[in-house]
T-cell receptor
Framework: EAGVAQSPRYKIIEKRQSVAFWCNPISGHATLYWYQQILGQGPKLLIQFQNNGVVDDSQLPKDRFSAERLKGVDSTLKIQPAKLEDSAVYLC???????????FGDGTRLSIL | AQSVTQLDSQVPVFEEAPVELRCNYSSSVSVYLFWYVQYPNQGLQLLLKYLSGSTLVKGINGFEAEFNKSQTSFHLRKPSVHISDTAEYFCAAFNTGFQKLVFGTGTRLLVSP
């Protein structure tokens, strides 16, 4: 089966600019996750979708981050405006349901200048 | 709050030697436990999982882990490592009450000839 697809793989922007990431989960997976992984740390959950509804966004900095999952398939994560501390790898994952193992994409490495 | 502790940030080992990567978790409710591996510039790949049943779990690439409820540990082992096992390893715990996956900070396994 095809894995979780993410694009772009790399992105470099200046602070205060905006950026968007795209994720296509494994077909049939109802649950989709966005994680932020700062260098040297484990992934931190930003937001979790069940189909097209938000289940958990308690750690999403909502003043600058937004995410949507229209039609319950693809998802986009946006940062506007970006700050230096947003430099990280943004990982998308999906699972059949909330209690099943998560499958990860290769991530988008974001560098803020 | 649930937490996952990986005490060793880096473990150097020679090729063909055995290795153990330590993981401890804290949770007052039942948990599912996972080990993921992350190669450079890639996402996380599931190595093995413990959901219930036998406490000794076998995964891919010759890895295994043992769930110890009394010590709240889930250590990862491999009897003989290869150069290709060099990577970052993450332990994660899924709290069945909060329905959230929490990652440890990771252990970098460095295998040298």
């Amino acid at each position: 089966e095809a894995g979780v697809a993410q694009s772009p793989r790399y992105k470099i922007i200046e602070k205060r600019q905006s950026v968007a990431f795209w994720c296509n989960p494994i077909s049939g997976h109802a649950t989709l996750y966005w994680y932020q992984q700062i260098l040297g740390q484990g992934p931190k959950l930003l937001i979790q979708f069940q189909n097209n509804g938000v289940v958990d966004d308690s750690q999403l900095p909502k003043d600058r981050f937004s995410a949507e999952r229209l039609k319950g398939v693809d998802s986009t994560l946006k940062i506007q405006p970006a700050k230096l501390e947003d430099s990280a790898v943004y990982l998308c994952a999906s699972s059949l349901d909330r209690e099943q193992p998560q499958h990860f994409g290769d991530g988008t490495r974001l560098s803020i200048l | 709050a649930q937490s996952v502790t990986q005490l060793d940030s880096q473990v150097p080992v020679f090729e063909e030697a055995p290795v153990e990567l330590r993981c401890n978790y804290s949770s007052s409710v039942s948990v599912y436990l996972f080990w993921y591996v992350q190669y450079p510039n890639q996402g996380l790949q599931l190595l093995l999982k413990y959901l219930s049943g036998s406490t000794l779990v076998k995964g891919i690439n010759g890895f295994e882990a043992e769930f110890n409820k009394s010590q709240t540990s889930f250590h990862l082992r491999k009897p003989s490592v290869h150069i290709s096992d060099t990577a970052e390893y993450f332990c994660a715990a899924f709290n069945t009450g909060f329905q959230k996956l929490v990652f440890g900070t990771g252990t970098r396994l460095l295998v040298s000839p």
